[in-house]
């Protein structure tokens, strides 16, 4: 099992910033690809960004590429997103998940194991 615990969500105003941190536990991190996905109440689940085992490889949606950057840092087991000119839009649960190995995989059912979300929040 791993467990994973989100924070650093937020209610700010458009154009602010603010970095999200996943602490994991249970299992060996650096065996697990990383990543965030977002949720808006009645819609699907959104791919944010992933990050593989060591970090060299990471890769991001459209709508936050240029403004989201994951990192992970595998002495504290901890993975972070910085979240830079939030807009409106942004407004969702973020959540962490993690998956045995690295696949580059967009698809919320290829990582088993999530975090209880983290909700941010931007107003114009």
């Known amino acids: 099992q791993v467990q994973l615990v989100e924070s650093g969500g937020g209610d700010v105003q458009a154009g602010a910033s603010l970095k999200l941190s996943c602490v994991a536990s249970g299992r060996i991190f650096t065996d697990y690809g990383m990543a965030w996905f977002r949720q808006v109440p009645g819609k699907e689940r959104e791919f944010v960004a992933g990050i593989s085992e060591t970090g060299r490889t990471t890769y991001y949606a459209d709508a936050v590429k240029g403004r989201f950057t994951i990192s992970r840092d595998n002495d504290k087991n901890t993975v972070y997103l910085e979240t830079n000119n939030l807009k409106p839009e942004d407004t969702a649960v973020y959540y962490c998940?993690?998956?045995?190995?690295?696949?580059?995989?967009?698809?919320?059912?290829?990582?088993?194991?999530w975090g209880q979300g983290t909700q941010v929040t931007v107003s114009s």
């Open positions: 998940a993690a998956r045995y190995g690295y696949s580059g995989s967009r698809r919320g059912d290829d990582y088993r194991y």
